[in-house]
Nanobody, 128 residues
Framework: QVQLVESGGGLVQAGDSLRLACAASGRTFSNYCMGWFRQAPGEEREFVATISWNGDTTYYADSVQGRFTISRDNAKNTAYLQMKSLNPEDTAVYYC?????????????????????WGQGTQVTVSS
């Protein structure tokens, strides 16, 4: 089992920045691809960003490309999502997720149904 705990959400104004953190425990963090997803009220959960186990590969949703940066520190068992130039459309609950990719040739995935572990989420609200 892997336990994931997100932090860093809050209420900010349009144009501001936030950094979310996802602290992992329970298993070897470096075995896992990490992803960030978000869900706005009344909307489906959507992919935001993903990073491979060693950080070499990242991938972003078009809506956040160039504004958000995903990273990880395997020594600290933590993944991050740096968010800049936030706008009200970024308002959502943000979730981190993990999937063990040791037995896969694919090192990142954008599909929520391929992640095995999820955090409880952290609210990000961007006011105009």
């Amino acid at each position: 089992q892997v336990q994931l705990v997100e932090s860093g959400g809050g209420l900010v104004q349009a144009g501001d920045s936030l950094r979310l953190a996802c602290a992992a425990s329970g298993r070897t963090f470096s075995n896992y691809c990490m992803g960030w997803f978000r869900q706005a009220p009344g909307e489906e959960r959507e992919f935001v960003a993903t990073i491979s186990w060693n950080g070499d590969t990242t991938y972003y949703a078009d809506s956040v490309q160039g504004r958000f940066t995903i990273s990880r520190d395997n020594a600290k068992n933590t993944a991050y999502l740096q968010m800049k130039s936030l706008n009200p459309e970024d308002t959502a609950v943000y979730y981190c997720a993990a999937v063990d990719t040791r037995s896969s040739i694919v090192t990142v995935t954008t599909r929520a149904d391929e992640y095995d572990y999820w955090g409880q989420g952290t609210q990000v609200t961007v006011s105009s």
